[in-house]
């Protein structure tokens, strides 16, 4: 439990955390470099003191050491410009879901959101069981975790998207792994980088998927690219707006950008002059753009959610009053924002669920808080309690509603009318259910060339 000192400043993890013993023109000279350095990326280094890993995992193909997962035509990839200018090649159709274990237990509307809007716009992909979760979070929450088992856990779900097109009849590598949450993207890309530098990594890990069959051609296979949801999104952007039904004009958005989207692995991130003139990350903010809402820039935008893995399970409180203090309330009062939009599991967790505390210290401030796909599939007439599934959600998201003009009352009515339709067992689903399963127990095989 964190105490506070006689100062009334909570002390950390222990007592080997102490306050900086900085005079307040020090700490407000330090909180201004944050603030205006970042801005213009004078964080990173050189870009010639970065080094673009795919060239060491390109020359290690042509080694024979690995096989890389190409991005193909099928895939109708869209290049989009990395920090540094590098290009990254986003693939938008032919997409094997990599889900969120924390999106699919506590945030549902999430993915279903994702699948509606691939729906929408005659996206191929396949929803699979056979994945595992990344194991990232144990790996940061805990420290339990070793980097052996989160190469190997990656490369094995990595080889399932790989061949799961076989089950459909048609060639391996069809599918592309499309990865949901921002916790497993910012460790896959990683873990790629650790294992293009370290043979004895590569060694290790292909002793272990030797064993489980996880091997193509004895080899490792690596993707070409790591690619986040929010970077399909973001290349798909006009193609949603195009589908937009609402009118977002009036809304004040501010965005959450998350920490193991774009600060692991920074040189990988998207950016585009036309999205705050190049000085934030691209994704989820081009977006918002897109759908014609009005994005607000606040001084806390660098901040962390205050999820942190081990915050979040060792000293909740400090989690708490970070992400009511310096995002919530820095939001609200300095933004006037409607709603607040994030890209990864942890922080629309962390700031969703966690605004309920703030009644017990009279910060009550309620800010909607969900992901960039929810909101869009709203734009884009998506049923807000069947589909964006908001009522799992904390935050109270009824004005909000209302002030895009969605009768909240109507919908939720008639959500309640739907899940007598389920309990009848009437069920809707999103996709052919078949599509979710390419082996095991209860599979059926798919006709040849089906979904090509």
Not at 252 to 281: F, L, Q, S
Not at 433 to 438: D, E, L, Y
Request: charged share 25%.
């Amino acid at each position: 439990m964190a105490q506070a000192d006689q100062g009334g400043h909570y002390t950390g993890f222990g007592p080997e955390w102490q306050p900086a013993p900085l005079a307040p023109e020090q700490a407000r000279r330090a909180t201004d470099w944050v603030e205006a350095r970042i801005d213009r990326r004078a964080l990173l280094v050189n870009k010639d003191q970065v080094e673009d890993v795919r060239e060491r995992m390109w020359q290690l193909e042509k080694d024979g050491e690995i096989i890389v997962h190409r991005i193909g035509e099928r895939h109708e990839p869209v290049t989009a410009r990395t920090l540094y200018g590098w290009e990254k090649r986003i693939p938008t159709n032919f997409l094997w879901h990599h889900k969120s274990c924390g999106q699919c237990g506590n945030i549902p509307g999430y993915p279903t959101s994702l699948l509606w809007l691939m729906n929408q716009l005659g996206t191929r992909y396949i929803d699979e069981t056979d994945q595992t979760s990344c194991t990232a979070w144990n790996y940061h929450g805990s420290g339990i975790g070793n980097v052996v088992s989160l190469a190997a856990v990656f490369l094995r779900n990595f080889h399932q998207a790989y061949v799961s097109a076989q089950a459909q009849g048609i060639p391996a590598g069809t599918y592309y792994p499309l990865v949901h949450c921002g916790t497993s993207f910012g460790n896959y890309k990683e873990m790629r980088s650790f294992l293009m530098h370290s043979p004895q990594l590569r060694e290790q890990v292909r002793k272990i998927l030797a064993k489980l069959g996880r091997l193509v051609d004895g080899k490792l296979l690596i993707p070409e690219e790591v690619v986040h949801y929010s970077e399909w999104l973001h290349v798909m952007r006009e193609r949603v707006a195009e589908r937009r039904v609402i009118d977002c004009s009036k809304l004040r958005v501010t965005v959450h950008p998350a920490c193991h989207v774009y600060k692991m692995v920074p040189e990988d991130v998207i950016y585009d002059d036309t999205v705050m003139d190049g000085n934030r990350v691209a994704v989820t903010t081009g977006v918002m753009q897109s759908l014609g809402a009005q994005v607000i820039d606040y001084s806390t935008w660098y901040d962390c959610c205050g999820f942190g893995f081990r915050h979040i399970i060792g000293e909740r409180e400090f989690t708490r009053s970070f992400a009511i203090d310096r995002k919530i309330r820095v939001a609200v009062e300095e933004a006037r924002a409607d709603v607040m939009i994030g890209h990864d599991t942890g922080c629309i967790t962390t700031l969703d669920k966690n605004q309920w505390i703030g009644r017990a210290v009279d910060k009550v401030y309620e800010l909607p808080v969900m992901a960039d796909c929810q909101f869009a599939a709203l734009a884009c007439g998506a049923h807000p309690y069947k589909l964006a599934q908001l009522h799992w959600h904390a935050s109270p998201f009824e004005g909000l509603l209302e002030k895009l003009g969605i009768d909240w009352q109507k919908a939720k009515a008639e959500f309640e009318s739907y899940l007598q339709e389920v309990a009848a067992g009437r069920v809707e689903t999103l996709y052919d259910p078949k599509r979710a399963i390419t082996s095991g127990p209860g599979f059926v095989a798919l006709p040849a060339g089906d979904g090509a």
